[in-house]
């Protein structure tokens, strides 16, 4: 957990994905458009990639795949389900701008 922690502290969105799973592509693609510049682990992709998805799998637990997992300001948000309730609820973007990912 230490490394999804520090990786996750390093830009103000922090999105673990998988470059064939499509609801990831869905969440990157929502914060692209929305003009967020997330740092995105592409977990099938990186070398420690099955240990990072392990110790997600024990920050979300029930979860599984435990991708796409949304870190903002440092704190895990969640995964699609939760990411596209706070865009649809109006809360997403008042989350972003506190995290300092989005000025306007």
Request: glycine share 10%.
């Amino acid at each position: 957990m230490d490394k999804v922690n520090k990786l996750a502290s390093q830009r103000a969105v922090v999105i673990f994905s998988n470059s064939s799973c499509c609801m990831c592509h869905t969440v990157t693609s929502l914060f692209s458009d929305l003009g967020v510049n997330a740092s995105i682990h592409e977990l099938d992709r990186e070398p420690q990639g099955k240990e990072i998805e392990k110790a997600l799998g024990k920050m979300l637990p029930g979860r599984n795949p435990s991708v796409p997992a949304v870190f903002i300001g440092g704190r895990l948000v969640g995964s699609t389900e939760k990411i596209m309730a706070l865009h649809l609820g109006g809360d997403l973007i008042p989350l972003l701008k506190n995290a300092g990912a989005i000025w306007l």
